[in-house]
Every structure is written in structure tokens, then in C-alpha cells.
């Protein structure tokens, strides 16, 4: 007896017959990394050439205020060295920081104090790196009728965490208190804030950034 003839039909992979097999999906090519283009490179350099002059003086620091930050601009807001390696930052009692009643505003000495923090920690960290205040708690304790002046205490040492070139957070203690002229008379506390700053490597952000345009041109 012949064996039957098969059909076309029954020319099937064995592999594939009786099962819902499906052929397996393409791979999804690795995406590359975006590049830089000359534009954004100049971009970023003259960001950095920025940030770094913010931190060299006062001059610097104002010219600075009056592009990216015109209320502290005009605020007057400006450092005060103390000693070789600390200093404090002075907000002078000006009109556009008065209320109604010609005492400093409350609303100026609470918005600045980020700005002192901010100041404060920029200068410690230099331009390379970006701060960013993710809390703040102040407390008013009496009216100010003069220049408000910020003494910062961070509670940790910055030097070896800007050493290590990554990521951190650092916890500022500022009291704020009112400038006298006589050096007999004890400058009355006005406030108090607690205020803490994530202070991120500007190139630790762009890679940061790039790894997310990866993902984003791989989902595509």
C-alpha cells in the first residue's frame, strides 16, 4: 500500500503546526544619542561663563539680577563679607521693600531670604552647578525698621559634598536681623528660616536630559 500524497495543505512547519505561534517582532533598533549641535554647545558655554561671573562679585551679581531676577534687582539685595570665608547678605531698607506703614514688608523679607540661601550656596558652589530651593520655613518674631541683614549657617559641610561632584541637599539655618548704626546697641532678631536647596551638576542635568530624549526617541 502507497502512502498517501500530501497535500498543500498539510505542508506545514512542524514547528507551526497545531499552535498559534506568530513570527517574532522586529527588534527595536538602539536608539543613539541626540548630538549636540554647534548652536546648543555655545549655548551652554556662555551659560556657564554666566553663572560663573553671578559669583564673582557684587558688580557681577547685580548685572545678573537685573537680566534673570529684576525683583531682586531691584530689591537691592547684595553681599556682605564678614570674615575670609563667610559672609552675610544685606537688604537695604528702601522703598520698594516697605509696606504701608514704613516698616520692611513682610512679603520682601520672606521672598529674599531665598534669594540669601540661593546667593549663599551659589557662591559656595560655583557656576557649574544649578540650586534649587525645595523648602522654606519662616518665622516672623518682630518688625524691621531698617536694612534686614542675613546671617546663613548651613548645617552641613558643603565643601565635601561639591567635592564628591554629584547630587545633594543642604539645609540652611538663616537668622535675619535689623542693621544698627550704634555700636553699643544689639541688632534686633526679626525672623528666622529654616531652607533647603538641591544643588544639581549642570552636567549631571544635561545627561540627565539626554537619557530622557533617548527613551522618549525608543518609545517612537
Known amino acids: 500500500m502507497k502512502p498517501a500524497e500530501l497535500t498543500a495543505s498539510d505542508q506545514i512547519p512542524i514547528t507551526a503546526r497545531g499552535t498559534n505561534a506568530s513570527p517574532p517582532a522586529p527588534l527595536r533598533p538602539i536608539p543613539t544619542p541626540p548630538k549636540v549641535g554647534w548652536f546648543k554647545r555655545r549655548v551652554h558655554r556662555m551659560e556657564d561663563r554666566i553663572s560663573r561671573l553671578s559669583t564673582k562679585n557684587n558688580f557681577w551679581h547685580r548685572v545678573c539680577s537685573w537680566v534673570f531676577l529684576p525683583l531682586a534687582y531691584r530689591s537691592g539685595i547684595k553681599f556682605k563679607h564678614v570674615a575670609k570665608d563667610s559672609f552675610s547678605v544685606v537688604l537695604p531698607f528702601r522703598r520698594f521693600n516697605k509696606n504701608w506703614y514704613s516698616a520692611m514688608a513682610g512679603a520682601s523679607l520672606l521672598g529674599n531670604s531665598e534669594v540669601a540661601g540661593g ?4 557662591g ?8 534649587v530651593c525645595k523648602h522654606l520655613d519662616y518665622k516672623f518674631l518682630r518688625p524691621c525698621y531698617g536694612p534686614a541683614i542675613y546671617n546663613i549657617e548651613p548645617k552641613e559641610d558643603i565643601d565635601p ?3 564628591d561632584g554629584g547630587e545633594f541637599n543642604i539645609t540652611l539655618d538663616m537668622s535675619v536681623v535689623q542693621a544698627v548704626y550704634k555700636k553699643d546697641k544689639a541688632e534686633p532678631r526679626v525672623g528666622k528660616a529654616t531652607i533647603t536647596f538641591h544643588v544639581t551638576p549642570k552636567a549631571h542635568a544635561r545627561a540627565k536630559w539626554n537619557r530622557r530624549l533617548q527613551r522618549l526617541a525608543g518609545k517612537g
Open 161 to 163: 559634598l561639591v567635592k
Open 119 to 122: 546667593m549663599f550656596v551659589f
Open 124 to 131: 559656595k558652589c560655583g557656576g557649574d552647578y544649578t540650586v
